[in-house]
């Protein structure tokens, strides 16, 4: 069995401008930063023997700031928000609402939800190879944390999006889940 507490990087001047960031590397803003700060204040008793990211620079940065001074953190692209293509980078507006219709279907030149459950199927198998009876941090984003709601909690994609802590305004300091 193996612990993961999954956290979101904060907030980014991408976020604050309505940009979808996708692939694209995002700056994590003044608030965002703060906000990091106080979750590291909010977790500072919580013990892991590993601490993962998505190698996008807004999580790697999170991470860092998080537990760069006691943790090496180990960065896999296989965390990364979903790819949107062509609409990395482009206008929330535009971006979020063809984000539930792209389970199956892919972003033009770029991924569906179901390729991100994939890869992060793949971590997964990863970390039961190399981690068991671990407790395991994560910092990534919104897809790779919808897609843990998937694989381990048993949701379906309408669930995981429906039930979404961005849409029903229920942020925490880290998300359980039992891996086995």
Same mark, same amino acid.
């Given at each position: ?12 001047? *991408? ?18 930063? #703060? ?30 700031? /998080? ?10 692209? %296989?965390? %990364? ?13 535009? +971006? @979020?609402?063809?984000? @539930? ?7 033009? @030149?770029?991924?569906?939800?179901? *390729?991100?459950?994939?890869? +992060? ?7 039961? @190879? ?17 897609? /843990?709601?998937?694989? /381990? ?18 942020? #925490? ?5 039992? /891996?086995?």
């Amino acid at each position: 069995m193996i612990k993961i507490t999954y956290f979101v990087h904060g907030t980014t001047t *991408d976020n604050e401008n309505g940009i979808s960031s996708g692939w694209s590397d995002a700056e994590l803003s003044e608030t965002g930063i #703060q906000r990091v700060k106080n979750l590291k204040e909010q977790i500072k008793d919580k013990h892991f023997d590993a601490v993962f990211c998505s190698d996008l620079k807004r999580a790697v940065d999170s991470a860092n700031i /998080l537990w760069g001074a006691t943790h090496e953190i180990i960065s896999d692209k %296989r965390l %990364r928000e979903c790819s949107y293509g062509k609409y990395n980078g482009g206008s929330s507006g535009m +971006v @979020e609402p063809m984000q @539930e219709k792209m389970v199956i279907e892919k972003f033009p @030149e770029g991924e569906s939800y179901e *390729d991100v459950k994939n890869r +992060v199927a793949g971590f997964l198998e990863f970390l039961k @190879e190399n981690y068991d009876g671990k407790s395991i941090a994560i910092v990534a984003h919104k897809a790779p944390q919808l897609a /843990l709601d998937v694989l /381990l909690k048993g949701k379906t994609w309408e669930q995981a999006f429906a039930e979404d802590w961005r849409k029903t305004k229920t942020w #925490q300091p880290g998300w359980e889940y039992i /891996l086995e």
